[in-house]
């Protein structure tokens, strides 16, 4: 595997396991390329990745590839996607049950310290070169740096090659965390590029939710009162702008770098 700006990435020559099932194909310059797979895989090693059970079993044409279903599964965890890929008007459903949230960290190379497990579903829709993906995820048995994640989901929509998203997190406090925007990503296929490149992302945390900081530095800890952090970044995905407001009343703070007056 190798490592890159956005995470781990498989060797695919690298791939070993147990392969078993039968793939078929006929075609003409008139008709086209026609085919069926039915395959079965056992034991799959994709370094750093293992999978117990690979299932893949479909067909394709020349409109496109029909999958029912592709599922990965490693003992509890799976991820399965069926529907129609291609085309002007593809659809389909990814699932993902109890997937290690350290693992997709990895995968996205994001700089947090959380285990737990991701339940949710993708629904796909548009054009193969203009999709459009709606879904919503949830964390399980979630902790980030020693606190408990009592809840954590997210929904968002891309479309037009740009992603929106709402999200909410309980973190070792009762107050959620709030954070919902929209930023531009174009996919490599798309046909589409952003109407605008402009990130509108905002986030909201209060009172006891201040606590959350303490999980992060040693320097200055939230003990208690009352309090409001709103954050909200703006500009482009090169140059972001950031800006923000923190009100307090009635707040005990503690950091060892203050003495007692």
Request: glycine share 10%; proline share 6%.
């Amino acid at each position: 595997a190798k490592q890159t700006a956005n995470g781990t990435i498989p060797d695919w020559q690298k791939l070993k396991g147990r392969i078993a099932g039968a793939v078929q194909f006929s075609g003409s310059a008139k008709t086209g390329l026609k085919g069926s797979f039915d395959l079965n895989a056992q034991n799959l090693d994709l370094d750093p990745y293992r999978f117990e059970q690979a299932i893949a079993k479909g067909q394709w044409t020349p409109t496109g590839l029909t999958v029912e279903p592709l599922t990965i599964s490693q003992g509890e965890s799976s991820a399965s996607f069926a529907g129609h890929l291609g085309g002007s008007n593809q659809s389909g459903q990814l699932t993902v049950t109890r997937v290690p949230l350290d693992s997709v960290a990895d995968i996205l190379n994001l700089p947090v310290n959380a285990v737990g497990k991701i339940n949710g579903t993708a629904n796909l829709s548009g054009r193969w070169d203009n999709p459009k993906v709606q879904g919503q995820f949830n964390v399980v048995e979630g902790i980030l740096n020693r606190a408990k994640i009592q809840q954590a989901t997210t929904q968002f929509d891309y479309d037009n090659a740009r992603l929106a998203f709402n999200g909410l997190a309980t973190i070792g406090s009762p107050e959620p965390i709030t954070v919902k925007g929209t930023v531009p990503y174009a996919l490599p296929f798309s046909a589409v590029k952003p109407k605008s490149n402009q990130v509108d992302i905002a986030m909201s945390v209060k009172d006891q939710g201040l606590a959350l900081a303490n999980l992060f530095t040693d320097q200055v800890a939230w003990v208690d009162g009352k309090g409001q952090l709103n954050l909200q970044v703006t500009g482009t995905v090169d140059r972001p702008l950031m800006k923000g407001a923190l009100a307090f009343q009635n707040a005990t703070l503690r950091s060892p770098s203050l003495t007692e007056p």
